[in-house]
């Protein structure tokens, strides 16, 4: 099969289509025909070794951690899905393999394609869609009625959570770059706030949940924008974060206070399945900012890492 390499850390020219052998599924796994692998900020992150203290490779790493494609076949144990299924699915990151033509992933990491998304845009869903739905759901407690505001409304993860805490019945406030205003509002947004314009931890309101999709702010910064119990989550772990985290928790014991959380996203094959149903439900839209074939990975990671995508950017891989 064809799929994009890496033979060690370095830079995205470390990138290289190559012929692999196919992997073979093991008991509880899926082997799927990749038809979409989405490109996430992780996957050059691990590519330049960011990741080495706590994901240790083994090259040839094929990398891709969220897929879209057909089962192929299915090993022993699956009960859930049937060669010829279409399905969305996590791949395991340590493993790898998400930018191939075939791919090996846990059936409990799957759930069958949303009928209303092609693979590109189902494909788009794991990582980002899921971050999105655990950092509101189950790290800040969002509830009907709530409030929201999600720091970079505009990207992967956030413009999924924008759309989920609407889904939610928050209200939402969103920050972005000038450029992608517009969008943001397009999602569904309450209020936008342009951060180049305007520092929004200078703001009066207050919000039942900050979450940070972007990791650009702290805890300290938003802490005074939080309700009485309010939780700040962010995606990247920092010694802020924690160190506030313990903080907050103790403080916690004696009556509600702001909490700080990390958000390490869980490869739900169950989430992926609320968020396909969303989707059928015309409640959520995965939004391609660029749509490029398995063999310009190169320039998909390129895009990625220049940090200003508009939505998500997905390879498309065969026909
Ligand atoms: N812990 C986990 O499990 C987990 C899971 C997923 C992602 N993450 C991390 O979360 C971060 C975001 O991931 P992603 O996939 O959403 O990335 P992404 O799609 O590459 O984010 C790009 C977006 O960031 C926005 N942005 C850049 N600078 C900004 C700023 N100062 N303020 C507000 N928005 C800004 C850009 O909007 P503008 O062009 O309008 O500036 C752009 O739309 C990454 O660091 C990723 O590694 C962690």
């Known amino acids: 099969m064809k799929a994009i390499i890496l033979d060690g850390y370095g830079g995205s020219d470390r990138l290289r289509l190559m012929d692999r052998p196919e992997p073979s599924p093991q008991a509880g796994e899926l082997l799927v025909k990749v038809r979409a692998a989405a490109v996430n900020p992780v996957d050059w992150k691990i590519r330049r070794g960011d990741l080495r203290p706590i994901l240790w490779l083994r090259f040839p790493y094929i990398p891709g951690g969220d897929i879209a494609g057909e089962v192929v076949a299915a090993g022993p144990g ?86 989920i805490a609407k889904a939610m019945g928050a209200r939402v406030t969103a920050t972005c770059g000038p450029s992608n205003v517009a969008f943001v509002e397009s999602l569904g ?18 919000y039942d949940v900050v979450f940070d999709a972007v990791a650009k702010s702290s805890f300290p910064a ?20 924690l160190f506030w985290g313990a903080v907050q928790a103790l403080a916690g014991l004696f009556g509600p206070a702001p909490r700080a959380k990390f958000l ?56």
């Open 222 to 241: 938003c802490r005074h924008l939080l309700e009485r119990g309010g939780v700040y989550v962010t995606t990247l772990p920092d010694p802020g974060v």
């Open 264 to 319: 390490m996203v869980r490869p739900q094959g169950t989430d992926l399945e609320f968020l396909g149903r969303l989707a059928d439900e015309g409640r959520l839209r995965p939004s391609l900012a660029l749509t490029l074939p398995l063999e310009r990975s190169r320039e998909a990671q390129d895009a990625s890492q220049e940090g200003h995508a508009r939505g998500k950017i997905v390879l498309e891989v065969g026909s």
């Open 78 to 163: 699956v009960t859930r899905f049937q060669p010829g299924d279409a399905v969305v699915a996590f791949v395991d990151m340590k493993r790898g393999g998400g930018y191939a033509e075939r791919a090996v992933v846990k059936e409990s990491a799957a759930a069958l394609k949303p009928q209303s998304l092609s693979f590109a845009e189902a494909a788009s869903l794991p990582i980002a869609g899921v971050t999105a739905l655990q950092a509101l759901r189950d790290a800040g407690r969002l509830r009907e009625g709530g409030s929201a505001l999600i720091h970079g409304g505009a990207g992967g993860v956030g413009h999924f959570a924008v759309q």
């Open 189 to 206: 947004a309450d209020s936008v706030i342009d951060y180049t314009k305007e520092e929004f931890p200078r703001r009066p309101d207050r």
